[in-house]
């Protein structure tokens, strides 16, 4: 961030995935246990003021949508959007700093495609299970 600072310049940081740790009575670790701590996913999204004196509206939008349900299906299109890069094909209802940012299902891979927003949580360790059936993935 220092090499950054004085540049018009963002940097977004996301995890490939979240991690369920031995925390209180869930005796799991690590990763591959289908469970809500793995789907929960760190990221950041930090901007230079020079960034923010440019682009004032993805920054509010940022701001806005910083509680947002979203996926890493909408980091593609949110780091070209941060980069002002426009294509014919944008998905600009998938980019987090954009005003038409729509809410769209999430969905994850536990006994198949599952909708997290449609899922309940079993046990100690919060395994994700959904209420529907899970959609078929395809080999």
Sequence with gaps: IDRLKDKQAVLMYVSDRGQTIYDGSCNLAFHGHNTQYEFHIPGLVWYSDEYQRTYPDKVAQLQKNKKARLSTENVFHTLLDLSNIRYS???????????????????????????????????????????????VQEK
């Excluded at 944008?90 to 927003?117: I, T």
């Design 89 to 135: 094909t944008e998905r600009l209802d998938y980019s987090f700093v954009s005003s038409q940012l729509k809410r769209h299902k999430r969905y994850v891979d536990s006994y198949g495609w599952s909708d997290y927003d449609n899922s309940t949580f079993r046990g100690d360790c919060r395994e994700v299970i959904d209420k529907g059936k899970p959609l």
